[in-house]
């Protein structure tokens, strides 16, 4: 697991010998869907699963996580737990923010403190920053943001982009013992949707956002009143009321999509839009 452009695919495609085909080389994604590869590590059958970002260019993150769960619960139930859980992470990048962050704390969630030990947080890009910056980052990334996660047994590898590193890292998984992450658990033992998870809750705070969103169409829309002399600053307020108001509508359809009930009657959010 990652966000898009860290490597996942291409190291894939090294564990498996199977060139660049499926690899992205731009800031859209590629890998929209779960797939799955097979390769041999030390007489060992490993199968790698290439999960679609967080940010992905062609879905919400909400089906990102429907998708992800569905595939969680599915392998579980059929008795398929994990050996290790691979997050990857850019070295070239030159702080933790937005959308890493948000991927970071959502996979966080996913996997739950039990299932950390099973975690590798490894770096990539190396050979686009300097060996020493690289370090540095490394260093604060481990002092950091990573801390809570090692201290409850993560480890950190640094990937070199080869097929040697990338079966050298599987390497590490081969003699663990497999289990089951906190989404399985919650979801399959205790029949949970996918809303009342940990993970799920996450995005459960769009009923938060789109009351604030609510808020400020309102406010939008006394000002317009206010300035109906003003004929251009009305036609700029009334733009931005239908983007918000736009972009608010395909949030619930989402969340409507995933089963993600909101807590706020549709009443109630239509009523700030009139």
Known sequence: MGPTGAGKS????????????????????????IKAAKCIIE????????????????????QTLESISDWLN???????????ILYFHRISDNRMAGTPLKNLRVFQKL????????VILVTTMWDEVDESVGNERLEELEGSYWKVMIAQGSTTYCYRNTQESSRELLSQLVE???????????????????????????????????????????????QR??????????????????ILKAELDKRGQQMQSLKLTSKRPAGYIRKAFN
């Open 225 to 242: 009143q206010q300035l109906a002399g003003d004929q251009a600053m009305a036609d700029d307020l009334r733009k931005q009321y239908e």
């Open 111 to 118: 996997c739950g403190d039990k299932a950390m030990s099973q």
């Open 43 to 62: 007489k060992s059958n490993v199968v790698l699963v290439d999960t679609p970002s967080f940010n992905d260019t062609h879905k919400s993150d909400l």
């Open 176 to 222: 663990r013992k497999r289990r089951e992450v906190r989404l399985q658990k919650q979801m399959a033992n205790k029949n949970l949707e996918l809303s009342e998870t940990d993970a799920g809750e996450l995005y459960s705070r769009l009923d938060q956002i789109a009351e604030r969103r609510a808020e400020v169409l309102a406010r939008i829309t006394a």
């Open 10 to 33: 291409s190291f894939v495609a090294r564990a498996t010998n199977s060139g660049d085909e499926g690899v992205g080389h731009a800031l859209v994604s590629h890998t929209s869907e």
């Open 74 to 84: 599915k392998t579980y139930q059929q008795g398929t737990l994990l050996s290790g």
